[in-house]
């Protein structure tokens, strides 16, 4: 008979987290029944999650700054590899200054807590937790995305951003009786997207089978979520929501402190060695920070989980360009926030856009369309151009009511016949700018509506980011259109350097789904899908049989 052995199912190792202090009031530690608790008061929890909201959507982590300022370093990495990182260190300076959020999509807010045993609080957690997110999304240049159904099929915007996603649970560690410790992060769409999750069977797991299943699923993910990655790998788990979840939670690196070796216990665990070859693998897709190269992640957490004998859930999920995630703590001491870097210009290196690259076309917006596309068709795919004049503006929403117009037997909009189409949707505008930050929305959502608005006149040239199905790349070999990969990430600084005029100009009751009009100058991008059929990605994209010798066992 087995003798009782507990372990946690995702046992973390020491805290090491730099922390600021936010504020020493609103906490108490009190005695009763010859016991102390600690008692927060409701402003403390609903300040650090306002802290917290501004912090995440404007500054970023040292390690991640450091990663980007490798890039520029590495003599392996691709001109197109160090110009995206240099965009992105660039964008992280703008951030800085607290007015340009790094990311336009600002997203969806995940809240997980873990409450001492000795922790008192006379309110609703959750609530106090909504409002500082409510106090932030009122108070800054942030983007409302959150959408409440009414219906089945009719939805509005909460103009809130709210609800979040909390989830608070008890902690029983003894020594974490008097203290709250609290995990705050931004989800865009375009990197929640990517988190898959596959039921697969005993039969992948042996090296070789394993080496090959990643290779398929990991050239999938694309480039529509702003790499660099951070990436996150689980295989096993107690169910398939955990493996996602645990996914998520890895790939902020919430989970760096696992032990690195399992047990009969069954506990999770990260494998460093599967760790290594994944990140080697993405280095050989070729894919790149977005427009070829070797830096398609950053870095790999791989963790092993438990599993039932009949199921084997690997769950693959990715913390993107807009890494936004920061861990906090309530102890008697005060309110603590971690410390992210407040001057990211310490990583910029002094270097110049034409020492990255100095073979950029530069194409003129005001031209007539079909000028536009005849000196598109002069230059490969993978060029990097530098677009200036005006572009429209239209994603999911407006695409859906083009799309209706059309079946209405109404005629495609001149904005689409004469103008690029950028997919995209502003943040607020600050006072005394032109445009909130801005960036491309992932390119794939609009796919379906291509062929039918090329053929209607409309959409000839597409600027977005990310991959597009080969649908795509057939209509515009059969149309002759164009579709331009731009940067995913750095939407603070296109707001700031690129976007000199922004307006409505059809369908404003969508709100930031509206249609605009908008000037630019030096907006870069890259030629993706060209007029006659190629696709840069079309080649980074196909997997590769993989045979991996069976080496001795581990220790």
Request: proline share 7%; glycine share 8%.
């Amino acid at each position: 008979m087995a003798n009782f052995d507990y372990t946690d199912l995702l046992p973390l190792g020491p805290d090491t987290t730099p922390y600021r202090l936010i504020t020493d009031q609103g906490v108490e530690v009190i005695e009763a029944g010859g016991r102390q608790f600690l008692s927060v008061a409701p402003e403390a929890i609903t300040a650090l999650t306002r802290a917290a909201m501004r912090d995440i959507q404007h500054l970023l982590r040292p390690g991640h700054l450091g990663q980007l300022r490798a890039i520029l370093n590495d003599p392996e990495a691709s001109p197109n590899d160090r110009f995206v990182a240099l965009d992105l260190l660039k964008n992280a300076n703008i951030a800085a200054g607290g007015v340009l959020p790094m990311c336009q999509d600002t997203g969806t807010i995940i809240v997980s807590g873990k409450r001492g045993k000795h922790v008192l609080t006379d309110f609703d957690d959750n609530e106090k937790i909504s409002e500082g997110i409510f106090d932030a999304f009122q108070q800054l240049n942030l983007r409302y995305s959150q959408l409440a159904p009414l219906g089945m099929w009719d939805e509005r915007n909460t103009a809130t951003n709210l609800p979040a996603q909390i989830e608070i649970a008890a902690d029983p560690r003894p020594d974490h009786a008097l203290e709250y410790h609290l995990f705050f992060m931004a989800k865009g769409g375009g990197s929640a997207n990517k988190s898959l999750l596959f039921q697969e069977t005993k039969a992948v797991l042996n090296p070789t089978a394993f080496r090959n299943f990643m290779d398929e699923k990991l050239r999938s993910l694309g480039t529509a979520a702003c790499p660099p990655y951070h990436l996150a790998i689980v295989v096993g788990g107690t169910s398939a929501e955990f493996a996602l979840k645990t996914a998520k939670y890895a790939s902020a690196r919430y989970y760096d402190s696992l032990p690195v070796h399992g047990s009969p216990t069954g506990h999770g665990f990260r494998d460093l060695d599967m760790e290594a070859e994944i990140l080697q693998m993405t280095r050989d897709f070729g894919i790149g920070a977005q427009f070829g190269g070797k830096y398609f992640c950053h870095d790999v957490r791989v963790i092993r989980l438990p599993r039932h004998g009949a199921s084997v859930p690997i769950a693959i999920a990715v913390s993107c360009s807009a890494d936004r995630q920061a861990l906090a703590k309530i102890t008697p001491e005060g309110v603590f926030l971690e410390q992210f870097e407040t001057e990211p210009a310490l990583y910029l290196p002094e270097v110049t856009d034409e020492h990255l690259d100095s073979d950029v076309v530069t194409i003129d917006l005001n031209q007539p369309m079909d000028v536009i596309r005849a000196e598109l068709s002069k230059y490969p795919v993978k060029t990097r151009v530098s677009l200036n004049g005006p572009l429209v503006v239209a994603r999911d929403i407006a695409h859906a009511r083009i799309q209706e117009m059309l079946e209405n037997g109404q005629p495609m909009p001149d904005y689409l016949r004469d103008h690029a189409v950028y997919y995209a949707g502003p943040a607020k505008t600050p006072e005394g700018f032109a445009s909130g930050s801005f960036g491309p929305t992932t390119a794939g959502r609009m796919d379906s509506y291509v062929d039918s608005f090329q053929k209607a006149g409309g959409s000839f040239v597409m600027l977005a980011k990310g991959n597009r199905s080969a649908a795509v790349t057939n209509a515009c070999r059969d149309n002759g259109g164009f579709y331009l990969g731009s940067i995913g990430g750095p939407a603070a600084r296109l707001a700031q350097d690129c976007i000199t005029k922004v307006e409505v100009i059809d369908f404003p009751e969508l709100g930031m789904e509206a249609v605009w009009r908008i000037e630019v100058r030096d907006f870069p991008a890259f030629i993706v899908v060209d007029d006659k059929g190629n696709d840069f990605f079309a080649e980074t994209l196909r997997p590769i049989a993989v045979s991996i010798p069976v080496g001795p066992p581990r220790d």
